[in-house]
């Protein structure tokens, strides 16, 4: 009865029960009915972050909060809820006493205009920063990835890098001592023979079984998740591993520090059979959830932009979800109990 726009297809007549939509007036005069959001509350957004400007005046690409509510804000700004300090592109909010921190001047470049933070991660008293900036707190030395305690900034021993300059990192996990990072990037620490993911252990560098790869060289990292021994791996690549080690993914994988093996989870995900990307994703359990660009799952059709893989089988989550019944891109994901949600660029759900 109803088109993939929510319009009424032509020659429908009668009375039709309309509970669970809600009705929209297209740009004709058309009415157009679109499916209710599900919310378990009803909420109310939340103004906060300070005034006159709320929130940051430029762009956020991540946010983290810690265990005593405190949110870290990393993007690409210099100003803050209209607060007079200098901020470089990563601060801190208290919602207790309304105050904004500069993490002791942020992270910076001194090589052009495009430094930004694109990955936290909160551990205890630290906050991890990735992104793509050579100075930390107002001193050189730093290579797109750092650690803040509170006090000064640590280099994380000389960070990632490609090519000698201008890595860039995407995605951050972190677990016990371990810091696991994610980007595009061919040096770790000064040495190379590392590919778009690396462990640093507090000491050293570790490449996890040579990385991932695209045709060879060149795959890049946006999401990790670590749960239990085993680092999930998602962005755009079609290797996993190097030499003997090396399997055949798709822009997903799973790593096991104890066997040093990785698993392409029953073949990962991609879009008319090759290509695609992963941009997030999360673990619950046994299931790995998977967000992205794509069509296809272990090499089946049916799937729209997300995913869950149980270990043995890929599930669609009920078509998944698409913009204007086709395409749609998804940024993040996020689990509670049963629940999962979605965000990225989309208007529907697919059926």
Do not use: C, H
């Not at 060879?216 to 996993?240: E, H, I, K, R, T």
């Not at 798709?250 to 989870?265: E, F, K």
């Not at 869950?308 to 998944?320: A, E």
């Not at 913009?323 to 660029?345: C, K, R």
């Amino acid at each position: 009865m109803l088109n993939p726009d929510g319009t009424l297809k032509q020659g429908v007549q009668g009375s039709f029960k309309v509970e669970g939509y809600t009705m929209r007036i297209g740009k004709n005069g058309e009415p157009i009915f679109l499916p209710q959001l599900q919310s378990a509350v009803i909420g109310t957004w939340d103004t906060q972050f300070g005034l006159p400007f709320p929130g940051v005046a430029g762009d956020v690409y991540a946010l983290a909060i810690d265990g005593n509510g405190n949110v870290y804000v990393g993007g690409r700004f210099s100003a803050v809820g209209g607060v007079n300090i200098n901020v470089s592109n990563v601060a801190r909010y208290n919602p207790n006493s309304g105050t904004w921190d500069n993490l002791g001047g942020g992270v910076t470049s001194s090589g052009g205009v495009w430094w930004s933070v694109y990955a936290l991660a909160v551990s205890g008293n630290d906050v991890y920063v990735g992104g793509f900036f050579d100075q930390a707190g107002g001193s050189f030395g730093f290579n797109s990835v750092a650690r803040y305690d509170g006090i000064t900034w640590d280099n994380l021993g000389g960070g990632v890098s490609f090519g000698g300059y201008g890595g860039q990192v995407y995605a951050l996990a972190v677990s016990g001592n371990d810091v696991y990072v994610g980007g595009f990037f061919d040096q770790a620490g000064g040495s190379f023979g590392f590919n778009s993911v690396a462990r640093y252990d507090g000491i050293t560098w570790d490449n996890l079984g040579g990385g991932v790869s695209f045709g060879g060289s060149g795959g890049v990292v946006n999401a990790l998740a670590v749960s239990g021994n085993d680092v999930y791996v998602g962005g755009f690549f079609d290797q996993a591993g190097t030499g003997s080690g090396a399997v055949f993914a798709n822009n997903v994988a799973r790593y096991n520090p104890n066997s040093g093996t990785w698993d392409n989870l029953g073949g990962g995900v991609s879009f008319g059979g090759y290509g695609g990307v992963v941009n997030a994703l999360a673990v619950s359990g046994n299931d790995v959830y998977v967000g992205g660009f794509f069509d296809r799952a272990g090499g089946s059709f049916g799937f729209n932009n997300v995913a869950r893989y149980d270990g043995i089988t890929w599930d669609n989550l009920g078509g998944g979800v698409s913009f204007g019944g086709f395409g749609g891109v998804v940024y993040a994901l996020a689990v509670s109990g049963n629940d999962v949600y979605v965000g990225g660029i989309l208007r529907k759900q697919a059926v």
